[in-house]
């Protein structure tokens, strides 16, 4: 994803799009519905096949797979962790500090600065601008302290940053514990059953 300054801080965008490197890592159609990301085999960038833009004028290509827009295999890069650029502070929003009726506020900060590996790409415009992977973004956001240092990253369960185990039990009254029981057994059966977990959002 682009990440973007405002208000002096980084932050998320868009998805990174073949449009954005002028249609030189992608066919001629549909490149503003065509994502890009790191090939591990060769750190290029590349368009895989099945993104949204192949589903109009590229017959048949509707499922993201693991292959360049040519049939040739890769291997997708989902983190940056081994092989970035520089760590930046990226801003989060927090909106746990203001509760309406009976919910449970917690006194932290309304922006959440936390660490985030990144790669800075030249752009068709001339621009220059730093890139993350979602997955890096996902988990700066729950606050996983994944060695990158920084504010607002839990190093135990037992700490209070959202959104941790110990936060978690502040706010619903679940014991940290439980949450942790369910969390790892839910993994478990992902692991198992190569990702068939859904969590189903929704009233009760």
């Known amino acids: 994803m682009k990440l ?8 998320a965008d868009r998805f990174v799009r073949a449009a954005d490197f002028g249609g030189k890592i992608a066919k001629t159609n549909n490149p503003d519905w065509k994502c ?7 750190g290029k960038l590349v368009v895989p096949a099945g993104a949204a833009g192949h589903r109009w004028g590229d017959p048949g290509k509707w499922n993201l797979e693991e292959i360049d827009e040519g049939g040739k295999g890769v291997r997708l890069r ?91 039990e502040k ?3 679940v014991p940290r514990q439980a949450i942790i029981q369910v969390a790892r057994e839910f993994a478990s059966n992902a692991e198992i059953t190569k990702g068939r977990s859904m969590v189903i959002l929704g009233p009760a």
Do not use: Q
Request: glycine share 8%; proline share 6%; net charge negative.
């Open 78 to 168: 989902v983190t940056l962790a081994e092989d970035h650029d520089s760590i930046e502070p990226v801003a989060f929003p927090y909106f746990g500090a203001d509760a309406p009726h009976d919910f449970v506020a917690t006194e932290h900060d309304d922006v959440l600065m936390r660490n985030v590996p990144v790669k800075e790409l030249k752009f068709a415009d001339g621009s220059k601008g730093y890139v993350a992977t979602v997955f890096d973004l996902f988990c700066a956001n729950y606050g996983v302290d994944r060695g990158f240092g920084g504010d607002n990253v839990a190093k135990s369960f037992d700490d209070d940053v959202p959104f941790s185990p110990a936060w978690a």
């Open 4 to 11: 973007v300054e405002r208000e002096g801080r980084l932050v």
């Open 171 to 173: 706010v619903t009254g």
């Open 36 to 42: 890009v990301a790191y090939d591990e085999l060769t």
